[in-house]
């Protein structure tokens, strides 16, 4: 089995930052990606930004040139680095990892509010 912990969460004024981590353990062989999805109220899951093995990443419309993603494969982490936060970036975020199937962390809250 494998465990996502994410941390950073929190209540943030609209232009303000926060980073958030996640944590992978447990039975990791080999990782082919890691990244960071979101779900705001009443609206579906959507992906943020993710990050291949070989350290391409990807990032949504709606957050290029804000977030940046980030991994430290020695230590099965994942990053991301939200900076000019907006009222529209709230939602919970969760850190998934793709191995050997795809796993999923249980989520912090953002919340972007005056």
């Known amino acids: 089995q494998v465990q996502l912990v994410e941390s950073g969460g929190g209540l943030v004024q609209p232009g303000g930052s926060l980073n958030l981590s996640c944590a992978a353990s447990g039975s990791i062989f080999s990782i082919n990606a890691m990244g960071w999805h979101r779900q705001a109220p009443g609206k579906a899951r959507e992906l943020v930004a993710s990050?291949?093995?070989?350290?391409?990443?990807f990032y949504a419309d709606a957050v290029k040139g804000r977030f940046t993603i980030s991994r430290d494969n020695a230590k099965n982490m994942v990053y991301l680095q939200m900076n000019s936060l907006k009222p529209e970036d709230t939602a919970v975020y969760y850190c998934n990892l793709v191995s050997m199937g795809t796993f999923w962390g249980r989520g912090t809250q953002v919340t972007v509010s005056s």
């Open positions: 990050m291949s093995s070989g350290g391409i990443p």
